[in-house]
């Protein structure tokens, strides 16, 4: 079954008329050169950015017709930079509760920290020690809170050196598979593409080349996919 | 004072000016220009505030405020670039601050309501809220444009605009703040204050002084909360759109 759908979505001039779809609690990659629009294409899935002309559709339903914030809560989104705000590891865990006035209990945070192999950092500790690894790690962690239905990855892993980015995959595909998410995830690099993926996006110019089973990607007749699997330039 | 003597002060700007010039540090065409606009615009001031004192009529009163508020805004609109709608919240703010500040200072009888009080106050009030509206936008600005990311990461959680960018807001209001609330810890201390001063030198007993420049301290702390506060909730909504997406700082 498809959960989100493009139907010729545009976006100033950075994507043009995409329309393609996500199956549900899939892993997809978005691949392509940089410039391709990956990025934009991502925030328009929860409504961090908004089509000029086409429509995005999540079940069924127009994203213009669902509450924005109910929408945000469905689909988490963990950045490239892995954004922390000043404070504990504690404090970064429970923003996504406090925003609403809400609080985690320490148990919830405790086991979020257990899921992303991250227990025997105290809850207490400041943000600041940890390194990029473990504050990608919280970041992923961080978009379980609020138990998402959809996942959104920005080259999270492009930071760290080669051990954690396996770590990271065997996270997330273990977090696929228990949680049953579907994960929307944007990576440069292919080999990760390959390993982790179910379905793909191939982007370029803001153009849709080609998606669908992420086989295509080493199967495909289409030159300009051929030119980017072999590392040339686009 | 008379006009020989005060010919006789241009002495202290012609020592920078030959400093300028042996040192070749290329400021003397700057020297010059501040110093004839700031005795044109002085003596010009000084003839119109004459006048107003003598007419001693509300209009001209009025009018004396509202061009200070024109050019104080003019002034500030420059740093707020970026953010729509600047000019007239800045605007709106000064006339606020001023307002709020006159009904209390007159309707409680704490100034009498004659033009040689409230014009020389009403610039003190004036001149400290632009020059806190600078502080406040360039702060602002500053932490909006470091912490884009973070104010994406919230509204992606679901957070509400107000949420998002409650930390900068907040901290641009503070660091502005700052440096009014510290400098009345060391008043009279480090200098006298230039009000304070004033008055002494013109003949007030030191008293007396003291009382006006306390006045005129909480005024400019009450101008360093209200300037900051008032742009700021003013100007964050600007930086989102109906559907609560972040579009920051718009520059043409």
Known sequence: MNIIEFNNVS?????????????????????????????TCLKHINGL????????????????????????????????????????????????REIFGDTLSKE???????MVDLDAIPLNQNIKSLSGGERSRISIARTFVNRPKVLLLDEITSSLDYTLVKEI???????QREEKVTVIWITHDLDQARRVSDDMWFLRSGELIEFGDASFIDETENNEIRQFTRGEAL | ?????????????????????????????????????????????????????????????????????????QNVIKKGSGIPGITWMVFFTLIAVESLSMLILLGFGIIPDEPEQIIPISGMIIGNCMVLSLLFLNKF???????????????????????????????????????????????????LPGMMSGLIIGGADPI????????????????????????G???????FNKKLQFVGLKYD
């Open chain 1, 11 to 39: 976006h100033g001039g950075i994507l043009h008329n995409i329309t393609g779809h996500f199956r549900e609690s899939r892993i997809t990659t978005f691949v392509g050169p940089s410039g391709a629009g990956k990025t």
């Open chain 1, 49 to 96: 950015l908004s089509p000029d002309a086409g429509e995005i559709y999540y079940r069924g339903e127009n994203l213009e017709n669902i509450d924005i914030i109910e929408l945000r809560k469905e689909i988490g989104m963990a950045f490239q930079s892995s954004p922390m705000i000043a404070g504990t590891v504690f404090d970064n865990l429970s923003l996504p």
């Open chain 1, 108 to 114: 919830r945070a405790k086991r979020l920290l257990e």
């Open chain 1, 169 to 175: 995959e065997r996270l997330i595909v273990r977090l």
């Open chain 2, 1 to 73: 004072m008379t006009f020989a003597q005060l010919s006789l002060s241009l002495i202290f700007v012609a020592i920078p000016l030959g400093l300028t010039l042996w040192l070749k540090l290329g400021l003397e065409k700057d020297i010059i220009i501040a110093t004839v606009r700031s005795i044109v615009q002085l003596l010009i001031i000084g003839y119109i505030l004459t006048f107003v004192f003598e007419a001693d009529h509300p209009v001209y009163i009025v009018l004396m405020i509202m061009l200070m508020i024109g050019a104080a805004t």
């Open chain 2, 141 to 191: 600005k500053d932490e909006v444009e470091r912490s884009d990311e973070t104010i994406e990461l919230i509204l992606s959680m679901g957070g509400k605009p107000e949420i998002a960018i409650r930390k900068s807001l907040r901290s641009a209001i503070q660091t502005s703040m700052i440096p009014t609330i510290e400098g009345q810890k060391t008043m009279g201390l480090v200098q």
């Open chain 2, 208 to 231: 007396e002084a003291v009382m006006y420049q306390l006045l005129i301290l909480f005024l400019i702390l009450n101008n360093a909360a209200m300037a900051s506060v008032m742009v």
């Open chain 2, 233 to 239: 909730y003013m100007a964050y909504p600007k930086l």
